[in-house]
């Protein structure tokens, strides 16, 4: 599975952005897909996931409320609506793919098997 990721770009803080992740393979549907950000000088940070065909999602308190991930199986995509931007969110932005996550472990990195290569978000004025 190959997850190509986009939308990334510089936004004033309180703005809206809204990132894509395209996924290759036909299994796309059964994994469960994730977003995770890493700023400079820190470790990559759980943002959100959703489950398979259920949806089911999960965010962490600092982005609950702001963002929301989606998916669009028929498109192989999951997306990133991301409101009320603060510049604490300026970081690299990744998506990420697995089909052996059981709940408990949605927000840890080292489960996702598929890696896209990042897009950058940076907030300012």
């Known amino acids: 599975v190959q997850l190509q990721a986009s939308g990334g770009g510089l936004v004033q803080p309180g703005g809206s952005l809204r990132l894509s992740c395209a996924a290759s393979g036909r299994t796309f549907s059964t994994y469960t897909m994730g977003w995770f950000r890493q700023a400079p000088g820190k470790e990559r940070e759980f943002v959100a996931a959703?489950?398979?065909?259920?949806?089911?999602?999960y965010y962490p308190d600092s982005v609950k409320g702001r963002f929301t991930i989606s998916r669009d199986n028929a498109k192989n995509t999951i997306y990133l609506q991301m409101n009320s931007l603060k510049p604490e969110d300026t970081a690299v932005y990744y998506c990420?793919?697995?089909?052996?996550?059981?709940?408990?472990?949605?927000?840890?990195?080292?489960?996702?098997?598929?890696w896209g290569q990042g897009t950058l978000v940076t907030v300012s004025s």
């Open positions: 959703i489950r398979s065909r259920g949806g089911t999602t």
């Open positions: 990420a793919g697995g089909n052996r996550i059981i709940l408990s472990q949605v927000t840890a990195p080292s489960v996702y098997d598929y």
